[in-house]
């Protein structure tokens, strides 16, 4: 059994209203290894068809996003996690500090960030002949500004213990027909390389963990059975399998592992 030495740490994920979402995931794995999680969202209100919510698609995915973390904290509290819950928009500087100020307050302490919170086109737009500035404004909002926001402030609240861990995606570097989106997680993992240098000097690790196609509710089965033969391993990526990595990289015994991207793709775009 492995000691991730996390009893008592405080870690913040961002994105995590999705009952199906690696944000959630991530903060049960969190919890299970007796850590205090705090769960930041932003409701994103898109259209969906009630009717479909009960299978993994697109309205399932929309309405698990537009939603609270009221679920997510049900099962947290289930567990007996001590959970804070707070809807804030990291894009923002204000609220950014207004979420570390409300978890100083409670736990006086954090140890750990998930930047997991991220936002892109749906509607099929995000092309070099089609994307607009709207796209490109609020996709880099999120993924950049918000990600960078919340290191910073993490940096400047370090304390003891320090890991951060952002969210990329395994197709980072080559990502035609999701060019913005592609771009804002490439960023992302330039910044954690800098950063990483950056943030040595006070003991922090900052790495980031890329995904291949994880079923977060999104995946319907016509698109599943599309990209499993992109997949080395031949099954879709679970949260879980993400959640551990990331646990693994915010332990004690990644103590020395940092500027890393670590691809948890079964072996698609490599």
Not at 64 to 92: C, K, P, Y
Not at 249 to 255: D, I, M, T, W
Request: hydrophobic share 45%; charged share 20%; aromatic share 6%.
């Amino acid at each position: 059994m492995v000691e991730y030495g996390l009893t008592g740490r405080v870690a913040i994920i961002t994105g995590a209203n999705n009952p199906q979402g690696i944000g959630a995931a991530t903060a049960q794995a969190f919890a299970r290894e007796g850590a205090k999680v705090v769960l930041v969202y932003q409701k994103i209100p898109r259209a969906f068809d009630e009717s479909k919510t009960d299978r993994n698609g697109a309205d399932r995915y929309f309405a698990a996003n537009a939603g609270n973390a009221a679920a997510v904290e049900r099962t947290l509290q289930a567990m007996g996690a001590d959970v804070l819950v707070l809807e804030r928009d990291i894009s923002n500087e204000n609220d950014v500090r207004d979420i570390y100020a409300a978890v100083l307050a409670k736990y006086g302490r954090v140890d750990i960030l998930v930047n997991n919170a991220a936002d892109g086109d749906m509607e099929g737009i995000d092309t070099i002949e089609t994307i607009t500035q709207a796209v490109i404004d609020d996709t880099f909002a999120v993924n950049v500004r918000g990600s960078l926001l919340m290191t910073r402030e993490f940096i400047r609240h370090r304390g003891d213990y320090g890991r951060i861990i952002s969210l990329s995606t395994d197709a980072a570097q080559v990502f035609a027909g999701q060019i913005t989106y592609g771009a804002s997680k490439a960023t992302l993992e330039a910044l954690t390389r800098s950063i990483a240098l950056e943030a040595a000097k006070y003991g922090i690790t900052v790495n980031c963990v890329a995904p291949g196609p994880t079923q977060t509710g999104w995946i319907d089965q016509e698109l599943e059975t599309a990209v499993l033969p992109l997949i080395p391993m031949g099954q879709l990526i679970q949260p879980e399998d993400i959640a551990e990595t990331i646990l693994f990289l915010a332990s004690q015994q990644a103590r020395m592992i940092t500027g890393q991207v670590i691809k948890v793709s079964g072996g698609k775009a490599l």
